[in-house]
Structure formats: C-alpha cells, structure tokens
C-alpha cells in the first residue's frame, strides 16, 4: 500500500515500471486519492478561513475574489464567514467555528478589538488582515492618509478653496479606522494649503449610497454649496452625485466630486477617484498567507514573517466630476 501511495504521488524512490503499473491499475478502476486522508496525513486541513463584515458588498467580494484565485490555484477550499450583524459577530469570536477546520485565516477590512485579535492568535495558525492595521499581525493594505491627501491637493490645485468633505462615522466598528484615517488626510492637505477649521468641514453620515445622498442633502441646506466636495468612499460620492444633480446642479459646473476607491461603477458615473489596488489586496494577502504556512512551525503555527506589512500605492484618477470652481458660488437647490 506505501508503494502504491508513493507511486501516485510521484516520490522519487520508485521504479519507473512500478509507478507506471500502479498508475495503470488505478485509472482502470477509476481510483481517486481521498482529501481528508491526505490531510489526515499532512496534518493539514486544507482551508483557509476568510472573515469579511459584509460579503456581498464591493470591496470585500473584490478582496475575496483576488485571495480566492490564488488560494484554490494551491488546492486550498475558503471557508467564509460574514460577521455582518454584531450579534453574529460576538458569537462567532466567543465560539470560533474555524477552530481546527482552517490552516490559516485573512481578516479583510475588520477592525479588531485587542480581545478578538488575541482570539485569532490563539488558534496558532497565521493571520493575514487585508485593510487595517492590527498590532502583531501581518498586514496588506494602502496608505488611506496618503490617498486622501492626493485627493485634497487635486482639488485645491484646481483653484477650490471652499471644499468639504463627506466622511462615515468615525466612530463606526467596522469602517471608523478607514474614516479617521481619509479624514485625517484631508485636513492634512487643507493644512498645507493654509486652510484651517478642517473639522468644520467635514459631514459625517452612516457610509454607502444612501450616507453620501443625506450628507449632499445637508450640504444643499445651507445657503451656499462648497465649489468642490471629497467623498470618503465612490459610493458616498454616487449618492452625492444623485442629490446634487436632483437639485439641478452641474458636476463639476457647479461643485466638483472626488471620490476614493475607483469602485467598478466610477468609471460609468464618471467619477474622479483616488484608486486602489483592491483585487490585488486579496492577492497579495493570499500570497503572505501562503509564505507564512510554508515557514510556520508546529510550535508558534505563525511563521517568520507574522508582521509583515505590505502597502499597496494609490492614484489619481482624473474624470470628468472636477474642474475649476465657477465665478460665483453655487445656490443651494430646493
């Protein structure tokens, strides 16, 4: 039966004639090796287990499709689990599923608290997180101060002086990290323009579609709109988009639009964007995922390069949603 074993798997320390019997024998009766009994004796379960808080929106099914093609291509299944609901999200730290069901996990965009970060860690198996910083665990994402910066110096550069921003809740458990960090990147580049009071300029809604919708709405309230206004997210920029062209207003004649993401509808809606490298993300951090189970010991089950950092660049790109501020302030619609 070790012959047998060896010979389909290709080891080298078998005749040729005998692996060619033995590989014959087994298409004729049709033989398929088991999964479970190789990893029984691999010691491997051949998963990955992915942790998204939503996993039917953009980002994270874009996150999970790039970890998915490198993951499947090396033979391993992904095990997803959607911690959408923060009911769900407690039970599902308190319990851990995955435990001795995954050789690896990659968190994609969750801010971790310090008690569900050191839950991972104790399954001593390697942990990737796609997005924000977590202490001690390997990472791959993007600089979001850096791309807002980007996205403030755009605007400005064109002439705007009079910009606000729309951003999520900062306080939000999911997504706050992301939003503090783009806000902060935009006060920073409104500081360097001389621009003070950047706080005062920013209008924070719940984020998505419907979030940007309600913070244009409150923009368009006031007396007088901002020439130029930069959406946390392309999606909070689609639902201000919608608001200031239901109100008559031209984009960019009237206020000039930038957004973050070069989410796949950006281009349709002609959104000016700061991009990132979102599929690529999920990649990369399959790729760290699989460099980490390769140096990882039966004693720490974490690999020599746990805290890794991998920054992915971001970009500007240019639509048609900005241009220079018009001769006199935009009204206010109905």
Known sequence: MSTASRALRGAANVAPRTRDRVRTAATELAYVPSPAASRLASGRTGAVGVVVPFSTRWFFAEVVAGAEAVLREEGFDLLLYNLAE???RAEFFDVLPLRRRVDAVLVVSAALSEGERARLVGLRVPVVTVGPRV???????????????????????????????????????????????????????????????????????????????????????????????????????????????????????????????????????????????VREQGERGARLLLELLGTASAADGAGSAAGAEIVLPTRLVVRGSTGPPGRTPARAGP
Do not use: K, Y
């Not at 002086?161 to 900062?170: E, K, L, Q, S, Y």
């Open 86 to 88: 923060e009911s769900v």
């Open 135 to 277: 202490p001690g665990l390997a990472r791959v994402g993007i600089d979001d101060v850096s791309g807002a910066v980007t996205a403030a110096r755009h605007l400005l550069l064109l002439g705007h002086r009079d910009v606000t921003m729309i951003a999520g809740d900062p306080d939000d458990p999911v997504g706050g990290i992301t939003t503090r960090a783009r806000t902060e990147g935009f006060c920073r580049g409104l500081c360097e323009a001389g621009i003070g009071s950047c706080r005062e300029r920013v209008v924070p809604e719940p984020w998505g579609v419907d979030g940007g919708f309600r913070a244009a709405e409150r923009l368009l309230s006031r007396a007088t709109l901002p020439t130029a206004v930069f959406a946390e997210s392309d999606e909070m920029g689609f639902g201000a988009l919608h608001a200031l062209r239901r109100a008559g207003l031209a984009v960019p004649g009237d206020v000039s639009l930038v957004g973050f993401d070069d989410h796949e509808m950006a281009a349709v809606t002609d959104l000016t964007t700061i991009a990132q490298p």
